[in-house]
């Protein structure tokens, strides 16, 4: 039990659901994550959040949309994926630029 | 521009046995590194970091790691493997620009561990 809770675990979506998934701390962390971890690829950034602020938007497609209400929890919104973008999603959170992150189980998505 | 570099896709060591998993960066400035573990079918794991200091560090589960500036190599160690040591394990390097909170990962080595 790292202190970060991804749900759901896993999640089955055809091309033109809208689906969520959501990651929730109270490791009292002030930055928060979302990375996609693709087989046989190295793990990409996708989203960083500093004190409920995006800080970082690795050139993710539209079709991903993240969403920060509090330092506690952090969403990501997903509407007409594509095949491809099946993948595991993690989240992360770290009390600040020196510290390690703190990763959540994932979400394991596939996208029909 | 940051990045690391694992440049085994998978290492093979007997239990008991010493292992190395081999991680390079490339920075600009002072490396802030780490590595993190991965079990099946979990997220990531932190084992251990290099801020500055000592260029032995130790981590978690008997991990440590040396740290080599001339070498921009950050390698992860073990002198005794088990076979739960069996995974996934990642090196990453913080990023310090922009506020320092990408952290870059390489693309993973899976180390296997035989009885």
């Known amino acids: 039990e790292t202190g970060v809770t991804q749900t759901p675990r896993h999640l089955v979506m055809g091309m033109t659901n809208k689906k969520s998934l959501k990651c929730e701390q109270h490791?009292?962390?002030?930055?928060m994550y979302w990375y996609k971890q693709s087989a046989k690829k190295p793990l990409e950034l996708m989203f960083v959040?500093?004190?409920?602020?995006?800080?970082e938007n690795n050139s993710v497609p539209s079709r991903f949309s993240p969403e920060c209400p509090n330092s506690s929890h952090l969403f990501l919104h997903l509407h007409t994926l594509q095949p491809e973008d099946s993948a595991l999603y993690l989240c992360a959170s770290s009390p600040g630029d020196v510290a390690g992150l703190f990763f959540g189980e994932g979400s394991r998505l596939t996208v029909l | 521009a940051q990045s690391v570099a694992q440049p085994e896709d998978q290492v093979n060591v007997a239990e008991g046995n010493p292992l190395t998993v081999k991680c390079t960066y490339s920075?600009?400035?002072?490396?802030?590194l780490f590595w993190y573990v991965q079990y099946p079918n979990r997220g990531l794991q932190f084992l251990l970091k290099?801020?500055?200091?000592?260029?032995l560090v130790k981590g978690s589960y008997g991990f440590e790691a040396e740290f080599n500036k001339s070498q921009t190599s950050f390698h992860l160690k073990k002198p005794s493997a088990l076979v739960s040591d069996s995974a996934l394990y990642f090196c990453a390097v913080r990023d310090l620009r922009s506020g320092g909170f990408k952290t870059i990962f390489g693309a993973g080595t899976r180390l296997f561990v035989k009885a």
């Open positions: 290099y801020i500055t200091g000592d260029n």
């Open positions: 920075v600009s400035g002072n490396p802030y």
């Open positions: 490791l009292g962390h002030n930055a």
């Open positions: 959040y500093n004190f409920k602020e995006q800080t």
